[in-house]
């Protein structure tokens, strides 16, 4: 016997970093339960591997999601949850200024209306001197675990998020592609580098472009306003 086919809506987004128009349909249950699995391991490689994958059938494998900036990952999936789950998501906050059990607030969030916010100070193209500059790409789903907390990790893990995310390296001479070089090499070059030169690399990471929302709300006990900004995938579920 021959069962009816149902139907999946298909939906359009743009891809923040490029610009890209992309088709997408929302996730089906056997992608919902696969997600469930890697929400329950805790483990942070499976939860990615996950993402990764449901992205791309969702978009009809139209995108490296390899390749794509994490803020563009963040972006995809939460417009990918509100078609499949639903476009409201709520929250619950506990009052930061009182202690008392009823001092929560429910804050409902509407995942379309969620957009990534770029910093104006923010530059790819960064002039280490007169005549000596690099240009830096956007760390993608593979560089996550490092970016979720940049002004608390050691040296050595700043500088493997800095040389995963060399595009290229030029100078009045020419320009060379970070993909021609060695990692010893990308390391050679960082290491020869000031403090203030490599400060501006690493400003290029903390002024990265981000998924973010500011939401106010009042304490139902104390009265006290509250203002929040939240950021990244995990905030918003």
């Not at 390296?169 to 203030?196: C, H, M, R, W």
């Amino acid at each position: 016997m021959t069962l009816p086919v149902i139907l999946t809506p298909t939906y359009e987004l743009i891809v923040p970093s490029t610009k890209q128009k992309v088709k997408y349909r929302p996730f089906l249950v056997k992608e919902q339960k696969a997600l469930l699995i890697a929400q329950q391991s805790e483990d942070q490689g499976v939860m990615f591997s996950t993402l990764i994958n449901i992205i791309k059938v969702c978009t009809f494998d139209k995108l490296d999601v390899k390749k794509l900036a994490m803020f563009d990952v963040e972006y995809i999936f939460t417009q990918l949850r509100a078609r499949s789950v639903g476009e409201i998501s709520e929250l619950i906050f506990s009052c930061l200024e009182c202690n008392e059990p009823l001092a929560k607030s429910k804050v409902q969030i509407d995942l379309t209306k969620l957009e990534v916010t770029f910093d104006p100070n923010h530059n790819s193209y960064i002039m280490l001197t007169d005549t000596v500059g690099i240009k830096m790409k956007y760390p993608g789903i593979t560089e996550a675990k490092t970016l979720n907390d940049l002004t608390n990790i050691d040296i050595n893990n700043i500088f493997d998020l800095a040389v995963s995310c060399i595009d290229s390296i030029y100078d009045d001479n020419g320009v060379y592609p970070a993909s021609e070089s060695t990692k010893e090499e990308l390391n050679a070059f960082l290491d020869s580098l000031n403090q203030a030169q490599f400060e501006k690399i690493k400003e290029f990471f903390l002024t990265l472009p981000k998924l973010e929302k500011t939401i106010e709300f009042d304490c139902p006990v104390c009265k006290f306003h509250h203002k929040q900004t939240l950021r990244g995938l995990e905030s918003f579920f």
